[in-house]
């Protein structure tokens, strides 16, 4: 099979989720582009379907690549969360990572840590209704 040398194969996305209460936290990795956002948001529709304030985690340690397609879903995650109340913090970036939201701008959006904040430094406003 013969590819333009400026295309890219279709990337692989991993995900796990798992609980750190009050934070679910979704272990992302692999690429994060037009070809495997679709299947990021559905795991994050189901965390976000939950009653409350929620309080997500991208651990992104494992996340080889992201296009606009993928910024764009993280942007949309944060702009979903702010009215009722959530909160969404990025874990682990890597450089790439770290470089590509200082560039766009995106890194006086995000909340960039190593480790998730401690439950008392959690908002606790009410889900605006």
């Known amino acids: 099979m013969m590819m333009a040398a400026n295309t890219r194969p279709a990337g692989r996305l991993d995900v796990v989720i798992t609980e750190s209460t009050p934070w ?24 976000l379907v939950r009653d409350g304030p929620q309080r997500v985690a991208l651990e992104l340690s494992g996340l080889l690549f992201c296009d606009s397609t993928g910024l764009g879903l993280l942007v949309h995650t944060w702009k979903r969360l702010q009215p009722i109340g959530g909160e969404l913090v990025l874990l682990h970036l890597p450089k790439h990572m770290v470089q590509l939201l200082k560039r766009t701008g995106l890194d006086k959006l995000f909340s960039q840590r190593d480790t998730l904040p401690p439950e008392s430094l959690a908002r606790t406003s009410p889900a605006k209704r």
Do not use: I, K
């Open 24 to 47: 679910v936290v979704v272990t992302v990795s692999g690429e994060l582009d037009l070809s495997t956002a679709p299947g990021l948001e559905s795991h994050l529709d189901r965390v």
